[in-house]
């Protein structure tokens, strides 16, 4: 019995500890990040519009991209600029969240 509740605790902490290392992912470098707004923004005018966006989601994210797209879109001129995309992504936001976040 005792060998039982061993097992089971030693389960319980090693998920504990286990679940977080794989649920956290490194979060893109700047490069990378620049790298996704260059292949997103097909049409090069240096500015995402919101089907641009859109198309860069996973598929699992696409019902989010309205909600994501006011956040990014700064000052509301209906596109997401390389500065905007990058303040986004680093925590800032725009549109209907607040300003850019501070350099």
Known sequence: MKSRIRLAVALVVAATVAVPAFAQRTPPTPEEREARFVAADTNKDGKLSKDELTAMLPDQMKDRADMMFTRMDADGDGFVTKEEFM??????GGGAGGGAAPQ
């Open 87 to 92: 303040a986004m992504r680093r925590g800032g």
